[in-house]
């Protein structure tokens, strides 16, 4: 039988009693508090967040999207609608969920007479797969290390969107010591920059936090097409995503080896 269910969208009037779908038994943690803040300017921006949720159980898939313009992500990407977040859990996998919200995007981004819908994907974690959005009518048009590729559904002839270049000068940028830039767009990242931190501060490793602010900082300094959280080791990243302390410690390991 076909699963019943509805799909809500939240917005300004909304989030504080339905929340955001990440992050809701923890509503008193700072990564849930500062998430909220910020998405109260980036719903004036043109954000959506729509969740399906299944009558009569809980919810079980959402999609987050902006104009290109203000997207969180190290993508040139003005006049496509960009995909930050897909994420179906639990029960809700293997019922269509993601082509359901992907399609709710794209409508949105045709009324807009936007150019096409982007959204950047890895086989990593944090990010869905690129074969989701294969299956969707989108097609690779970009990549960036270390395992990031742009998708792209695009309507016309308008240019593609493409990812920068010069991820080795960003990383630079940050200089000696261990770097962790982060930002609110995920409610996760306030645990998993702490986290990372501490791991640097047991070893002994100078570490400092570099908040990235606004969407032009996270398009123009980000070390990584992900965009809102990394880490950067001495000029060089070490990750994208959040790290146990056994995946820190096996990456400083490879990259001693490396040296």
Known sequence: ????YEIKTVDAGNVDESGFFCYMSKRKEPGYKQKRDWLEARFAEGMKIKVIHEIGGRDTAFIEYIPGEYAWRAVYAAGYMVIHCLWVVGKGKGKGYSKVLIEECINDARKQKMKGVAMLTSDRTWLVSKDVFEHNGFTEVDSA??????MVNRFGSAPEP?????????????????????????PYIENGAR???????????RAKSVELKTAQ???????????VFGTVLDGQLLAYQYLLQKDFDKLL???NKGN
Request: hydrophobic residues 35%; aromatic residues 8%; charged residues 30%.
């Open 145 to 150: 290390p270390p395992s990031f590729q742009l």
């Open 162 to 186: 493409a990812l920068p270049s010069d991820w080795d000068a960003r990383a630079r940028a940050f200089g000696k010591g261990l770097t962790v830039i982060r930002t609110p767009q995920c």
């Open 195 to 205: 986290d990372i931190l501490t791991f640097a501060k047991e070893k002994g490793i």
């Open 253 to 255: 390991l490879e990259r």
């Open 1 to 4: 039988m076909k699963e019943k």
């Open 217 to 227: 900082e996270v398009q123009e300094q980000s070390p990584s097409a992900y965009g």
